[in-house]
T-cell receptor
C-alpha cells in the first residue's frame, strides 16, 4: 500500500531534550516536506527536500533540522525543543511537478507533539 | 510569496449544495489543490486545477480562473461526513512547495 509513515503519533517531552520524528514513504517520491499545523494559522511549511541531499527552508524553519540521506526517509529533528514548538506535525511527499500529472501531496498521519 | 484567502467557517444542511471560495495572489501560478481534513487527521487530496475551468469528480467539483486568482470547491448532496476543514493550496511557478490557506471549517447539520 502506498503510504507516508510517520512516527511517533503522539509525543510528550520536556524543554531542551532532543527528539526526532521519523518519516518514510514507499512511493519513490522525489519531494518531501514537513508542515506544522496550529489553530488559526493553518499548515505552515518547515523544511522541504527535492531529492537526496537537497533540502531547503520553508516558512518557519527556526528550531528545526532535517536530513535527506536516502530518498525514502526525511526525519525532522528538534535539537532543543521549546514550548512554542508544541504543535501537530505532518510529513508529506509527492513527485516533482512537471514530470507527471499526478502531483498531489500524500500526507502522513501526523505527530502531536507537546513540549512541557 | 503568496496570499491565500478562504472563509473561516461555513454551515450547510444535509442534502444541500455548498460553495467554498478561495482567492490567491501569486507572482507565478503553477496549480491549485483542494484538500479535505477531518479533525485530528491528515489532509486528503480532493482535486487539482492547473487550467481554467471546472473539474468534476463525483459529488465534488473544483473551478479555477487564473486571471481572477480565484477558485471554488463545490460540494453537492451534502452528507454529515462532509463536516471537515477544506484547505486550498497553491503551487507557485518554479517552486515545488505548496502554500496552504488557513482552511474553511464546514459544518453540515441534519
Amino acid at each position: 500500500e502506498a503510504q507516508v509513515t510517520q512516527n511517533p503519533r503522539y509525543l510528550i517531552t520536556v524543554t531542551g531534550k532532543k527528539l526526532t520524528v521519523t518519516c518514510s514513504q514507499n512511493m519513490n517520491h522525489e519531494y518531501m516536506s514537513w508542515y506544522r499545523q496550529d489553530p488559526g494559522l493553518g499548515l505552515r511549511q518547515i523544511y522541504y527536500s527535492m531529492n537526496v541531499e537537497v533540502t531547503d527552508k520553508g516558512d518557519v524553519p527556526e528550531g528545526y533540522k532535517v536530513s535527506r540521506k536516502e530518498k525514502r526517509n526525511f526525519p525532522l529533528i528538534l535539537e532543543s525543543p521549546s514550548p512554542n514548538q508544541t504543535s501537530l506535525y505532518f510529513c508529506a511527499s509527492s513527485f516533482l511537478p512537471g514530470a507527471r500529472r499526478d502531483e498531489k501531496l500524500f500526507f502522513g498521519s501526523g505527530t502531536q507533539l507537546s513540549v512541557l | 510569496g503568496q496570499n491565500i484567502d478562504q472563509p473561516t467557517e461555513m454551515t450547510a444542511t444535509e442534502g444541500a449544495i455548498v460553495q467554498i471560495n478561495c482567492t490567491y495572489q501569486t507572482s507565478g501560478f503553477n496549480g491549485l489543490f483542494w484538500y479535505q481534513q477531518h479533525a485530528g487527521e491528515a489532509p486528503t487530496f480532493l482535486s487539482y486545477n492547473v487550467l481554467d475551468g471546472l473539474e468534476e469528480k463525483g459529488r465534488f467539483s473544483s473551478f479555477l480562473s487564473r486571471s481572477k486568482g480565484y477558485s471554488y470547491l463545490l460540494l453537492k448532496e451534502l452528507q454529515m461526513k462532509d463536516s471537515a476543514s477544506y484547505l486550498c493550496a497553491v503551487r507557485e511557478k518554479g517552486y515545488s512547495t505548496l502554500t496552504f490557506g488557513k482552511g474553511t471549517m464546514l459544518l453540515v447539520s441534519p
